[in-house]
């Protein structure tokens, strides 16, 4: 789901925003003043057969506590929503952990991303690695992006991708491999998925 937002936001109180689908939470960001085109990724199955109910909620500002006349609650400017297609290629498939989609990835994972040009997104989401810390490479076109090292517990993890005019592709990597549930003896599981690195919250802004 891509949404344009506009609008002033005063520098000591940006907007904290929060999107859902069907009444189902779907990304949050921080925005402060300025146009912005941000993408969040919805499940398939929070969608509906015949029409989508999209809900965005923020916290307000009074422009009169600024010198301002006006007197009106404002949150932020919605210009257009769409709804594309995203596909994850090698994630399996979500689990809810608190009511929150969580994927998990093998060692690789890929997102392909059409741009109308050249330009710089903000890729967001949260990360956390299965069992024991691991390095999570981000590329776009086989160009490393960004590096980040993943502990056992959620982390927010945010890097610049440059997008090319066109078709690219981001993927997700491990150099350390991944590891299945079933082969560690503590943990007492039967789950034979190869686990590296968990992600949720996946959150797209045009940087800038």
């Known amino acids: ?49 015949n029409y989508q109910i999209i809900g965005i909620k923020t ?50 994972a890929t997102v392909p991303m059409y741009s109308d040009g050249n330009r710089t997104i903000d890729l967001m989401f949260r990360a956390t690695s299965f069992h024991q810390p691991r390095t999570l490479q981000i590329y776009c076109n086989n160009v490393l992006q960004g590096l980040q090292i993943v502990p056992t517990s959620f982390l927010n993890v945010s890097t610049q991708i440059q997008l090319q005019k066109g078709e690219n592709t981001v993927r997700l990597h491990v150099p350390e491999g991944a590891e299945r549930p079933c082969d560690i003896p503590e943990l007492n599981s039967k789950d034979t998925r190869w686990l590296s690195v968990g992600v949720q919250n996946v959150t797209i802004l045009e940087a800038g």
């Open 1 to 49: 789901m891509q949404i344009k937002t506009g609008g002033h936001r005063p520098e000591d109180d940006p907007a904290n925003i929060s999107f859902f689908i069907n009444g189902h939470i779907i990304g949050t960001i921080e925005k402060a003043s300025g146009t912005k085109i941000c993408s969040v990724v919805v499940p398939e199955y929070y969608l509906e057969n």
């Open 59 to 108: 916290n307000t500002w009074k422009p009169s506590d600024y010198g301002s006349a006006d007197k009106r609650d404002l949150g932020i400017q919605v210009d257009w929503v769409e709804l594309n297609p995203v596909y994850f290629d090698g994630m399996y498939e979500p689990e809810h952990w608190n009511s929150i989609p969580t994927c998990w990835m093998p060692d690789n």
